[in-house]
């Protein structure tokens, strides 16, 4: 087996491995197994997320008998190696494993076999074993890793794949031809290394590669190497055959350019996908995708679809490949209609067609005949799915695919799976089964939020709960330092998926525009608009300036005019309805001293709502409102004059005003950022959808504020 070797000598995957903490992990075989294993998946060029696993081997006392016996740590169904934790493992008795050999019967038994799994669980609190299970069972080394490196997968999937693997490694890496993973592959691996003894792994045609070691480390160690001469290889091989891809047919724009074409086509790409569920965007532009999409080999590559299961079942069959110049003018929004909407209507069809043909008895219903990928030759690419993590990794696994199809152009030419091959993968029962034990969806996942001033108080209350029943959101603020500071909090709680933070200040109508642009290009378009930035000024009449009045009405009411203008003018685009929900205050029904700029903004603030919803309806876009009185909590607002001035008002101190707000409510309460949230969930989170127009007050009981 391989010896150590200088970290140098790797150029295309990274040696991640670190002695100290191999060494203090030493006598615990599992314990390696999770560390290989996240090394492993940190390296995208080894293996894509939630792909390839990984196993050990080792003797552990039977908890009934007392004995020592063999027993198999493997990846369990699901999860990703990168970030895998000795919970994401199954262990398995290897006496019962092999022991299914003598009832296996054949391919028409495989998705029993799956469950009889099951009877072969060592540790209780096993994951679900995988299909791969046989696969590491029946070879008989300590440690093996399955991944799915592009480099060697662009080998496994080019026409003359079985006779390259044997040349480049002088027969030391053996070949078995495509199968659908499961027990039947599991004896063929077996049975092609017993054909050739002394080899140091297996290609697995249009799949992936299998390599193995006596210890983690010569595992690891031996994945690298092998992956880093297939990628070697290939890089010798670019350029020798012609221009990759058949050299540049469609130059793309300039980075600047394609990001504004892509934000401005984004929503109505969107709306489209979005006819069988709701979906979120992901854009990716990079070399290897502007490369792929301008060239002459587009046309003829991409409706070939992928190869390695993982890949497909990520990214559908194929993309859909836009028919638009790079150039095109997206503002005709019917001319541009006019070809959209026929490139989906075929691409669901030919959808429909590859269903219809490949179908099994006991198939599955067919499922979203809507594109993942979307490419825009000369633009960029676009992925979409139920939320913004899966699309970036669809786009991942593009990427992947690319590449695949890029280095098997080079040496030979590139293959997929047969279509009734693809479909047996894609409509797989036990894919189904997979599909049908994942989460619900929460109430807001596919969504797009944007709450204006979310970096405090009510508005970061509101982001906050919108995030966490699943929506996107777009966080901002005119307070850097405190956009700053929510940022770090958002990340921290939601990961940096769920958001993007944007300075905003909602009197500036181009830096509405540029916020919004930034929603579309991020995730897609917009779904929800929460019009929560405000200012508060306390004065007698005689004490207010023209600069306050003005101030009042730009941040509240026309604020609330320009962000609702634009949010609108996305949601057109999509076709999807919305919700623009706008929190006004108790002060817009109910006078009070000292009020007037203040009180009448609010005042105004509730009757453009129901202009706009009264507007809107056609759309499908809903419009309510949500009147807070008394938020002190983390409030902005509160920490200024305004406090001084309501306490002087009411004849309290500042320490006593929220005792004495409550205090004159019906229900002696407080009101909390998190309640004003809540009022909001309500109006989006699916039981009100076909409410418009309404006023919810959430004031703790105010009777002078009630509506009717």
């Not at 615990?28 to 996240?38: F, G, I, P, T």
């Not at 579309?520 to 600069?547: M, Q, R, W, Y």
């Not at 001035?645 to 205090?663: C, D, F, N, Q, S």
């Amino acid at each position: 087996m391989s010896t150590k070797r200088a970290i140098g000598e790797f150029k295309n995957v990274s040696y991640l491995w670190d002695d100290a903490k191999a060494a203090s992990l030493q006598g615990n075989e599992v314990d390696l197994l999770v560390y290989r294993s996240n090394l492993l998946g940190a390296d995208l060029r080894l293996t894509n997320y939630g792909g390839g696993n990984t196993s050990c081997k080792v003797m552990a006392s039977d908890p009934l008998t007392g004995k020592q016996t063999e027993v198999m740590w493997v990846k369990g169904s699901g999860g990703d190696l990168g970030t895998m934790k000795k919970s994401g493992l199954a262990a398995l008795y290897m006496d019962r494993l092999l022991a299914l050999k003598n009832i296996y019967k054949g391919l028409s038994t495989e998705d029993r076999m799956v469950e009889l799994f099951n009877h072969c669980i060592y540790d209780l609190a096993s994951k679900a074993p995988s299909i791969d299970t046989p696969l590491h069972g029946f070879l008989p080394f300590r440690h093996i890793d399955h991944l799915h490196p592009d480099a060697a997968i662009a080998i496994a999937a080019s026409r003359d794949g079985k006779e390259i693997t044997h040349a480049l490694f002088e027969g030391k890496i053996g070949w078995v031809d495509w199968q659908r993973p499961g027990f039947d592959l599991g004896l063929q691996l077996k049975a092609c290394l017993d054909e050739n003894p002394g080899i140091r792994g297996i290609m697995l045609g249009s799949h992936g590669l299998f390599t193995w070691g006596d210890t983690a480390y010569e595992s690891y160690l031996n994945t690298l190497e092998v992956v880093e001469q297939c990628a070697r290889y290939l890089e010798e091989h670019y350029g020798k055959k012609g221009p990759v891809f058949g050299g540049l047919k469609t130059a793309p724009l300039d980075a600047a350019l394609r990001q504004q074409q892509a934000a401005a086509l984004a929503p109505y790409l969107r709306g489209y996908c979005s006819s069988h569920a709701r979906m979120v965007g992901h854009f990716s532009d990079d070399d290897r995708v502007l490369e792929f999409i301008g060239s002459h080999d587009l046309d003829r590559l991409a409706p070939m679809g992928t190869s390695c299961p993982d890949h497909f079942l990520r990214t559908k069959i194929s993309p859909l490949v836009l028919t638009l110049s790079p150039q095109e003018d997206l503002t005709d929004e019917g001319a541009l209609r006019q070809k959209l909407a026929p490139q989906f209507d075929q691409y669901r069809k030919g959808y429909l067609d590859y269903y219809n043909s490949c179908k099994n008895a006991n198939s599955p219903a067919v499922r979203d005949p809507n594109p993942v990928v979307i490419l825009y030759p000369g633009v960029g690419m676009f992925t979409f799915a139920k939320d913004k993590q899966t699309a970036r990794v669809a786009a991942e696994f593009y990427n992947n695919a690319i590449n695949v199809m890029k280095g098997a152009e080079a040496i030979s030419s590139y293959t997929s799976l047969p279509r009734q091959e693809a479909f047996n993968i894609e409509y797989w029962l036990l894919e189904e089964a997979k599909l049908q034990r994942m989460p619900k969806p929460k109430a807001l996942s596919g969504l797009i939020a944007l709450v204006t001033g979310s970096a405090g108080g009510i508005g970061k209350a509101i982001a906050k709960k919108m995030a966490a029943e699943g929506a996107c959101v777009v966080i901002n603020d005119n307070d850097a330092q405190r956009l700053q500071s929510a940022q770090a909090e958002f990340e921290k709680q939601f990961g940096t998926d769920a958001f993007i933070a944007e300075p905003l200040d909602v009197t500036d109508s181009s830096a509405i525009r540029r916020v919004f642009q930034r929603a579309s290009f991020c995730f897609g378009g917009i779904d929800i608009v929460v019009n929560c930035a405000g200012i508060s000024i306390s004065k007698p009449l005689e004490e207010h300036t023209e600069k306050d009045w003005d101030l009042l009405y730009d941040i509240l009411v026309k604020g609330q005019f320009l962000v609702t203008q634009q949010g609108v003018d996305i949601m057109r685009k999509q076709q999807r309805g919305g919700d623009i929900i706008n929190i006004v205050s108790k002060n817009a029904l109910v006078s009070g001293p000292n009020n007037a700029a203040y009180g009448s903004a609010k005042a105004a603030q509730l009757h453009l709502s129901r202009l706009n919803a009264a507007e809107l309806g056609k759309d499908r876009i809903r419009v309510n409102v949500v009147n807070p009185d008394a938020v002190i909590s983390d409030s902005k607002i509160w920490a200024g004059a305004w406090a001084e001035g309501r306490a002087k008002a009411y004849g309290v101190t500042v320490v006593e005003l929220p005792a004495y707000y409550a205090k004159r409510t019906l229900l002696h309460e407080i009101i909390l950022p998190d309640d004003i949230a809540n009022a909001c969930f309500a109006f989006v989170g699916g039981l009100l959808g076909k409410s418009t127009g309404n006023v919810l007050n959430v004031d703790g009981g105010v009777a002078m504020a009630f509506v009717r």
